[in-house]
């Protein structure tokens, strides 16, 4: 006999419905996995915020080993979003390894929790440092990080450059060679990164967004949009509620 059949399905959706009981979403649930990807520390604060939500699977009957095969599933991704942000594969899976071996040793419901708070910051601090890993300089490293902080102000060479106390003209030339972009590319680059999550995310219109992003108008921004991503941004909005990928 099948362990999974459709009667089997719909018997359990009828008692998680009479129950008020549901799960998260797919798009809630992989909202914390790109911010970690990202190196964004949101991630930590949502990961903490899903799992506070009881909002998860029933896998278990028991309360402690429950939490524990939800954290075998949520660190599995963890890993692959990881990995698929740059993070070397023996590492990442190492670090797996024995964040889960850990785990084995929880006694309570309450330490697994705390161990997954662990968890998600050590790989999205491990994201965020990776983004540095080739930045010598401490003037360049400053600038990333402002601008990681202040995507939703204006910024200009100059401010960065007053920032760090250093001629423009210079700092646009270290931040090149050091990260083999542009200053004006890599704002561009990050804000694209967050209008894509916010887009598929979040209810906020597009005339929102450009604003939250320090863009001038909406015109402004799906011009800069569809320039990065070959679309506008209510295609790319559209493209993801048609695959279900849109909070209820």
Same mark, same amino acid.
């Given at each position: 006999?099948?362990?999974?059949?459709?009667?089997?399905?719909?018997?359990?959706?009828?008692?998680?419905?009479?129950?008020?009981?549901?799960?998260?979403?797919?798009?809630?649930?992989?909202?914390?996995?790109?911010?970690?990807?990202?190196?964004?520390?949101?991630?930590?604060?949502?990961?903490?915020?899903?799992?506070?939500?009881?909002?998860?699977?029933?896998?278990?009957?028991?309360?402690?080993?429950?939490?524990?095969?939800?954290?075998?599933?949520?660190?599995?991704?963890?890993?692959?979003?990881?990995?698929?942000?740059? =993070?070397?594969?023996?590492?990442?899976?190492?670090?797996? !390894? +024995?964040?889960? $071996? %850990?785990?084995?040793?929880?006694?309570? @419901?309450?330490?697994?929790?705390?161990?997954?708070?662990? =968890?998600?910051?050590?790989?999205?601090?491990?994201?965020? !440092? +990776?983004?540095? $890993? %080739?930045?010598?300089?401490?003037?360049? @490293?400053?600038?990333?990080?402002?601008?990681?902080?202040?995507?939703?102000?204006?910024?200009?060479?100059?401010?960065?450059?007053?920032?760090?106390?250093?001629?423009?003209?210079?700092?646009?030339?270290?931040?090149?060679?050091?990260?083999?972009?542009s200053i004006s590319q890599y704002i561009t680059d990050r804000r694209m990164e967050a209008a894509c999550n916010m887009l598929?995310?979040?209810?906020?219109?597009?005339?929102?967004?450009?604003?939250?992003?320090?863009?001038?108008?909406?015109?402004?921004?799906?011009?800069?949009?569809?320039?990065?991503?070959?679309?506008?941004?209510?295609?790319?909005?559209?493209?993801?509620?048609?695959?279900?990928?849109?909070?209820?």
């Amino acid at each position: 006999m099948a362990v999974v059949d459709d009667s089997k399905l719909r018997y359990l959706e009828f008692i998680q419905r009479e129950d008020r009981v549901r799960h998260h979403t797919y798009v809630q649930e992989m909202r914390q996995y790109d911010l970690m990807k990202a190196g964004d520390p949101e991630a930590i604060r949502e990961s903490v915020r899903m799992w506070d939500s009881g909002l998860y699977g029933h896998v278990s009957d028991d309360p402690v080993r429950n939490a524990k095969y939800l954290f075998v599933t949520s660190i599995t991704l963890v890993t692959r979003f990881a990995i698929e942000g740059g =993070m070397d594969e023996e590492d990442a899976y190492n670090a797996s !390894d +024995l964040y889960i $071996q %850990d785990m084995d040793h929880c006694q309570s @419901v309450d330490e697994v929790r705390r161990l997954h708070t662990d =968890m998600m910051t050590f790989f999205t601090w491990a994201m965020a !440092d +990776l983004a540095k $890993q %080739d930045v010598q300089s401490r003037p360049v @490293v400053e600038c990333l990080d402002y601008i990681h902080y202040h995507l939703h102000e204006k910024i200009t060479v100059a401010m960065l450059a007053a920032h760090v106390g250093l001629n423009p003209t210079y700092l646009s030339e270290l931040f090149k060679k050091e990260t083999g972009s542009s200053i004006s590319q890599y704002i561009t680059d990050r804000r694209m990164e967050a209008a894509c999550n916010m887009l598929k995310y979040s209810k906020y219109s597009l005339a929102e967004i450009a604003q939250i992003l320090a863009y001038r108008s909406q015109s402004h921004f799906t011009k800069v949009f569809g320039k990065a991503e070959g679309m506008t941004p209510k295609e790319y909005r559209d493209r993801f509620a048609k695959t279900g990928m849109w909070p209820e």
